[in-house]
């Protein structure tokens, strides 16, 4: 290709080629004839820029002419004049409110003509956005349209506000353009979302002299967005309006012609660049064409690169010229070039041209423009089901960093510190309208009630299956974007690869994330986000792993966890802190990893260092003034770039205050840049598994519990719309000779508006359910989490057969492992059924194992993870699946997970562990079939209980476990040691939740006592209602005791049997007196009807000490003959406790004391349970108050001790021991409690070496004993 030829096919056969290769007297005559069309380019291009004008963005002192407006021409926000708390980008356009209700204007005002700016939004809520004058004076109360002169549209709450308030427009959501029009010649206001106009929404405010409007906006706390006043090319211009800021016409003029020929240039790269017909080596022209093409590109790029800094300039030019690049289309998003490859060559070349002939800041500032308005649109709502914009997003984003330079910096630099990668990995739902569209025919889950719902079932699952089919082509380029990011074949000696980069990089947000939750909401990623990125992180990790290792199963040695491999920061380890670990177990240390590790060599270090050391660094650290945060600020749902330099405004606070970057703890959030090379691929694949384990901990789970509420919410609704159509058909279907009330026109009216409201709100929900069927609860994703449940579940496997250094485990294993069994089973579960997963049941097994094995495991020490597992046997032992599963692991294991529950409660957190035990029982015990306690069906409310309330009141069925329950009385059986511990440790903290239960009811009921109104804090009531269902679960706990195994208590032969029996019969006598007295406090705060104390009544208390009281005396009952005379023993042992009252007894049937208060009221009674108390318990419970009325009476002619022959000790019983040496005396029962916790006499505090009987037998030899206080 010949020279002219060149330059015709850059600048157009129009300029004559002497025009450009007009000599110059200035040059030298030397010069080739390549060198000369060079130099003569370079001068005219230069002519032709200054002839198009000086660089409108680099005026000394910028001026706007335009008339109208009053300000600087470079518009921002004013931070002079803003009221609360806010943090602004350096830019001064985007901002984040930490106050209540924080307010800003803008530098410029307007008075006469058109004008428009827009407003990106990075949340949703309540945020006030329009106009106002200087004269409004705003508070944390009142913002943008709460006074005269200012004027505002709200789309939280779908409202304009002008001092009063309307409905206007559309509700907005997060990511949305909303542009702000003022036409100041007639006086109207209007607003518009995404380009579509919403009306006009004042078309009557005050104009002429004087008068002058600000852009003005006014954010509640966290709400944030960017606003654009023209600094870039507005997304939707009203035809008519003018941007507030002055648009760079001859600058895009100037970059438009440069990329013209830019353009053009890198069409000459595919063609030969050599000289036709000319052997170049023997030639005289030292200058290639090649590079000639490469000199002209030079002096293209000269004049470009200043122009390039501007902002306005990379999205009006830059950005469409890379998309014409890529060959990508403006409407669908896909790429049409027929040869991609000839189009990624020219982007290539042209990455490679920038970044040879531009400055580092020059092009550093570019790219981050690029990134930043690709995001932009990437971030906002689609309205179609192609999400063209997205896809364009997404493919110009790819094609720039299959770069290998340009992908490194936007690794170190951009993506994690300016935009944070995880936006592009988001899928957003789409507009309501949408939605609409694609799901037109709504169904939700009514057990077939309806058939117009069901109706509709096929045609709304095939929506589903249509969002689910779009969704996947946008996640494959996003995937495709984190296989290129995860490239780890571009390191250099110098350069690290861009996977190292990234796990670098990505460890840090995985701290910010984790430190967030404690310092600054800014470095929160929103959670929709956050799930979305998980997902397509683990699906990443997969297929690199598949392509790299291809090793199976995949584990996370367990050696991960303490070789220094992974940074783990601060994260507690399931031994507790690693600095005291380090200490305990660095002898296990050094046997696995050997003297000359490096964690050895800090270890020793560490140890060697005055203690002092730590303080000082961590003082001189604090008081370091330039710590820098996250450069990001979040919302519920999407994220905009904020400076590292944030900065805060404070109402009345001096420009010299603190910044919030000074504010923030800086610990560990300054990283050092990674060294040279690439690394090992099996090691980093595993290290980026691990951080999304962790991931998941701290964010993703989040997410998936938020969305399985949208399931409960409908479920509620379509209950209270089944509710309302029974009504409706109720009335609507009256006989003729049924009475009719007056208004039921109006009721059916009333209830046929009810219905319109419960369905319409279905529809929506069910829509939005439709989103979430197809991208969150999918099959897909179900088989995501299952997959990382199963790695998690063999990583602990192998980690805990490391023996002690099992402890070096970081707690968020156990925390995901739980997590992620929960959310399969209680989130996605049912919509994606648990069955969908193939080998579930070994899967739950293996699982149930593992918590049988390691709920008490003294390794554990972290108290949150010793939490955590014991609340997910819990958890498991409430549903029929799970309890199967724990069924089904293996003997050895089942047992151990017995021993462990039957511990002593005593100096351990027990309240988890006795519910497991209740799980067990529950079904089998007296009146203990109920999923939910019958009083409670009786109160009227939607919502009895709340969230936080005790497992004892949980709406959940019963599923008792007979093997369990046998697996219980074979260890108590076997081991009377441990029996008589747990059991002792059991009734001590009954005695102790009933009293604090009583004593709290006593406090409640002298305060409502009161003449004068008293309010009891909502905590109080909170803490008495748990002490009643603790009281409740220890109750039911001692009824499957007793019942199971009734021979602890009644053996005589036993040692610890009658101890036993007498604690027992005194603490339930205490129980029935104090829930059965007419006069007490728990009848008074019953009558009271409290909300906090919904669970506590008559019923579910008396049912469980009947219970027991059934169990226990069950064989006399059964062996009961009046014509017997002999009062059996267990029998006697009840009636003949001093507290023991038969009217207490007598009232679970209703019989109350003649002349009580309660009289007119209706009783209590069990017969008004009849659907919860069968008949045959009803029986039961009517042979037992005969039994113990009939052996009362033969009690009677029982002599009267007298005071000289009653024990001294409890007053209750005879004497019937004694005290050797010291002779001492006092009742077998006083001795025994006694001797569990001290061998020293009552009196005189001497050893006791036995104790003998009245009769002269020996009851406890302590001779041989180490005395325990000794």
């Not at 060198?35 to 003569?40: A, G, L, N, Q, T």
């Not at 380090?582 to 590790?597: A, F, I, S």
């Not at 749902?637 to 590292?644: E, G, K, Q, Y």
Request: with cysteine.
């Amino acid at each position: 290709m010949e020279m002219d030829e060149i330059v015709h096919h850059i600048f157009g056969r129009e300029i004559e080629m002497s025009k450009i290769c007009e000599p110059d007297p200035s040059t030298s005559s030397s010069l080739s004839k390549k060198s000369k069309c060079i130099e003569c380019v370079y001068q005219w291009v230069n002519r032709l820029m200054e002839e198009m004008g000086p660089l409108q963005d680099k005026r000394v002192f910028p001026v706007d002419t335009r008339e109208g407006r009053l300000g600087p021409a470079t518009v921002c926000l004013d931070t002079t004049s803003h009221v609360g708390l806010f943090v602004v980008g350096a830019d001064r356009l985007s901002i984040n409110s930490q106050s209540n209700f924080s307010t800003i204007r803008a530098n410029v005002c307007l008075y006469r003509g058109k004008w428009q700016y827009e407003v990106q939004l990075g949340s949703k809520g309540v945020m006030q956005i329009g106009w106002a004058t200087s004269f409004c004076k705003f508070s944390q109360e009142t913002g943008v349209g709460d006074t005269v002169h200012s004027f505002a549209y709200d789309g939280n709450r779908v409202r304009k506000w002008n001092v009063s308030t309307h409905r206007y427009g559309e509700a907005w959501l997060s990511g949305d353009i909303v542009g702000c029009t003022i036409d100041l010649d007639s006086g109207v206001l209007e607003f518009y979302r995404n380009g579509r106009s919403m009306g006009k929404a004042f078309d009557n405010i005050q104009i002429g002299p004087g008068m002058a409007y600000f852009p003005a906006v006014s954010l509640a706390f966290t709400e944030n967005l960017v606003v654009n006043f023209g600094s870039t090319p507005l997304r939707y211009p009203v035809p008519g309006f003018e941007p507030i800021q002055e648009a760079l016409f001859h600058d895009v003029a100037k970059a438009e012609q440069l990329f013209k020929w830019l353009s053009q240039l890198l069409v000459l790269f595919d063609h030969k660049f050599e000289m036709r017909g000319q052997d170049v080596s023997q030639s005289d022209e030292p200058i290639t064409n090649q590079a000639l093409l490469m000199g002209l590109a030079r002096i293209f790029l000269h004049p470009l690169a200043p122009l390039l800094l501007s902002p306005y300039i990379t999205e009006a030019c830059l950005v469409p010229f890379l998309k014409s690049l890529c060959n990508l289309s403006s409407v669908s998003g896909h790429s049409e070039n027929k040869t991609p490859s000839d189009k990624k060559r020219r982007l290539m070349l042209f990455l490679d041209m920038m970044w040879a002939f531009l400055e580092e800041h020059e092009l550093k500032k570019c790219l981050e423009s690029v990134v930043t308005c690709l995001l932009a649109r990437f971030r906002q709502v689609s309205f179609v089901l192609d999400y063209p914009h997205q896809k364009q997003s997404l493919l110009l984003l790819l094609s720039l960093v299959h770069h290998p330079r340009t992908r490194q910096h936007l690794l170190e630099n951009v993506l994690f510190d300016k935009v944070r990668f995880a936006n592009f990995l988001h899928v957003k739902p789409l507009d309501e309208g949408g939605l609409v569209e694609v799901v037109n025919h709504t169904w939700w889950d009514n057990n077939c009630e309806d058939q117009r719902v069901e109706r509709n079932r096929a045609s709304y699952f095939m929506a589903c299956q249509k969002i689910k089919e779009a969704i996947a082509s946008v996640e494959t380029l996003q995937i495709e974007l984190l296989k290129t990011l995860l490239d780890n074949s571009d390191g250099t000696t110098t350069q690290a690869s861009s996977r190292k980069i990234f796990l670098r990089k990505f460890r840090t947000f995985l701290r910010e994330n984790v430190l967030s939750s404690r310092t600054l909401l800014l470095l929160q990623i929103p959670l929709p986000i956050t799930l979305c990125c998980f997902h397509r992180l683990l699906v990443t990790f997969r297929a690199l792993w598949e392509l790299e290792v291809g090793k199976y199963p995949i584990v996370i040695p367990a050696r991960t966890f303490y070789d220094g491999s992974v940074n783990y920061y601060n994260i507690d380890r399931l031994g507790g802190v690693l600095s005291h670990l380090n200490k305990t177990l660095k002898v296990d240390l050094m046997r696995v990893l050997g003297p000359d590790h490096s964690i050895m060599t800090n270890i020793e270090s560490s140890a060697s260092q005055p203690q002092n050391m730590g303080m000082e660094a961590g003082a001189a650290f604090i008081s370091n003034p330039s710590v820098s945060v996250g450069p990001q600020f979040t919302d519920g749902h999407a994220t905009f770039m904020i400076p590292v330099l944030a900065r805060v405004l404070a109402q009345q606070q001096p420009s010299s205050s603190p910044t919030l970057a000074e504010r923030v703890p800086g610990e560990g959030l300054q990283e050092q840049k990674a060294k040279g090379g690439s690394v090992d691929s099996a090691a980093s694949l595993v290290e980026l598994l691990d951080g999304l384990v962790l991931f998941y901990h701290v964010s993703a789970h989040k997410q998936l519990a938020k969305v399985s509420t949208l399931r409960e919410s409908m479920s509620e609704y379509s209950t209270a719309l089944g509710s309302v159509t029974a009504r409706l058909d109720t009335y609507r279907h009256l006989s003729p000779n049924m009475s009719v009330e007056e208004n039921s026109a109006d009721i059916i009216c009333d209830l046929e508006q009810s219905s319109g409201v419960f369905e319409q709100k279905l529809s929506e929900q069910a829509r939005h359910m439709a989103w979430v069927r197809a991208t969150v609860f999918s099959s897909d994703k179900q088989s995501h989490l299952a997959w990382l449940l199963r790695v998690i579940l063999q990583t602990v496997k192998l980690a805990s057969k490391e023996g002690q250094l099992f402890a070096y485990v970081p707690d968020f294993y156990i925390d995901s492992l739980v997590e992620i069994c929960a959310a399969l089973r209680t989130y996605v579960h049912p919509t994606s059924p648990l069955e969908n997963i193939e080998g579930y049941e070994d899967l739950l097994i293996e699982v149930s194992e593992f918590l049988c094995d390691h709920f008490s495991d003294p390794r554990i020490v972290h108290a949150s993870s010793k939490d955590t597992l014991i609340q997910a046997l819990a958890s498991f032992a409430c549903s029929p699946n799970t309890l199967l599963a724990l069924e089904r692991v293996p003997y050895s294991s089942r047992m151990n997970m017995v021993r462990s529950l039957l511990r002593p409660y005593e100096n351990r957190a027990w309240a988890q562990s006795n519910w497991v035990l209740v799980r067990i029982w529950q079904g089998c015990g007296f009146a203990f079939r109920y999923h939910k306690s019958p009083h409670l069906l009786w109160k009227h409310g939607p919502k009895l209980l709340q969230a936080d309330s005790s497992l004892i009141s949980q709406c959940i069925k019963p599923c008792p476990s007979r093997l369990f329950q046998g697996h219980v009385k074979e260890v108590m059986m076997s081991d009377e040691a441990l029996t008589t511990a747990f059991l002792n440790s059991l009734l001590n903290q009954l005695n102790w939740a009933f009293s604090e239960f009583i004593g709290m009811l006593q406090e409640i009921q002298n305060v409502s006592s009161h003449p004068e109104r008293v309010f009891i804090e909502s905590r109080q009531l909170k803490i008495c209602a748990t002490c009643f269902d603790l009281t409740l679960a220890l109750l039911r706990v001692l009824e499957m005791v007793v019942s199971i195994a009734p021979e602890i208590f009644t053996d005589i032969m036993r040692s610890s049997s009658e101890l036993l029996l007498a604690r027992l019969c005194q603490l339930l006598c205490q129980v029935l007196n104090r829930v059965s007295s007419q006069a007490g406090c728990f009848q008074h705060v019953v009558m009271l009807d409290i909300p906090d104390l919904e669970t506590v009544d008559h019923f579910p208390i008396l049912a469980a000490v009947v219970g027991i009281l059934l169990a226990i005396l069950r064989d006399d009952i059964q062996k009961f003959d009046v014509k017997v005379s002999v009062v059996p023993e267990i029998t006697k042992v009840l009636l003949t406790e001093p507290s023991f009252q038969l009217k207490s007894v007598n009232f679970v049937f209703g019989d109350l004391q003649k002349g009580s208060k309660l009289q007119k009221m209706k009783p209590f009674s069990f017969y008004n349970y009849s659907d919860d108390v069968s008949f045959a318990e009803i029986e039961e419970v009517k042979q037992m108050i005969q039994l113990l009325n009939f052996y009362q009476g033969r009690l009677t002619d029982v002599r009267t001790l007298s005071e000289d022959e009653l024990c001294t000790i409890c007053y209750a019983y005879s004497i019937s021991a004694t005290f050797k040496p010291c002779n001492h005396q006092s009742c077998r029962t006083c001795i025994a409690h006694h001797l569990m916790n001290s061998r020293d006499c009552f009196f005189c505090k001497a050893p006791i070496q036995f104790v003998i009987g009245l009769d002269d037998k020996m009851l406890h030899d302590l001779s041989k004993l180490e005395n325990p206080d000794g």
